[in-house]
């Protein structure tokens, strides 16, 4: 019996295992860094972009004023605004009025960002609309969801503008700051001070 036969065609047959067991091991590596790449995006997905950015009929009258919190909303009624916030968002929704108590303008903002639609009334009746998001293809919502997903961390600061001439968001998020492409779903980070660290918004 040929034993040295025997031995080669076996070391052959490892080599080949072995071969074929790094590029399969590359292919995988391969696919778990496009996968967790991705999620950030997916995930971000899955938040709703949508809220109330609109107001009742007993809203288009100026109220007395009032201030209330619970743990869903704070409201502040003054001299010709109203002011609510809806903590689990953070969305600040204002309402003006003009000298004889009747609604004037109404616009959302999270952070520093105009959100959602803006109105303008008169008489009553909207006269002017603006849609903030259109043409958008990521909120802020989401935005700030893909920061948070890259950092892993609840922040103790953040804040959000939104760039119009490059459809961006610039995040300011726990020292750092990050540009979200609107329309890439891109995000990167970049130098501290594009975030301009004055006035920053405080979490809940």
């Known amino acids: 019996m040929d034993y040295q036969n025997t031995k080669k065609y076996t070391q052959k047959w490892q080599w080949e295992l072995m071969r074929k067991s790094q590029w399969l091991l590359f292919f995988l590596l391969f696919f778990l860094l496009v996968s967790c790449k991705s999620s950030i995006v997916d995930r971000s997905s899955e938040i709703k972009c949508s809220f109330n950015d609109s107001i009742t009929l007993s809203e288009k009258k100026l109220s007395k004023p009032i201030y209330f919190k619970n743990n869903f909303l704070e409201v502040e009624i003054t001299h010709r605004k109203k002011n609510i916030h809806y903590i689990d968002k953070n969305i600040y929704k204002t309402i003006e009025y003009d000298s004889i108590g009747n609604v004037s303008r109404v616009y959302s ?6 959100i ?9 009746e909207i006269c002017r609309e603006i849609n903030h998001d259109e043409g958008w293809k990521v909120c802020a919502f989401q935005a700030l969801k ?3 997903k890259k950092v ?9 503008r939104r760039n119009k001439i490059d459809k961006e968001w610039i995040i300011y998020y726990n020292t750092h700051c990050f540009v979200v492409e ?3 779903d891109k995000i990167r980070k970049v130098n501290s001070f594009i975030c301009f660290d004055d006035n920053i918004s405080y979490s809940k």
């Open 109 to 114: 903002m999270i952070g520093e960002a105009y």
């Open 116 to 124: 959602g639609r803006e109105f303008y009334y008169k008489n009553g």
């Open 146 to 148: 893909m920061v948070e």
């Open 152 to 160: 892993g961390k609840t922040p103790l600061k953040w804040n959000i």
């Open 182 to 184: 609107a329309l890439t």
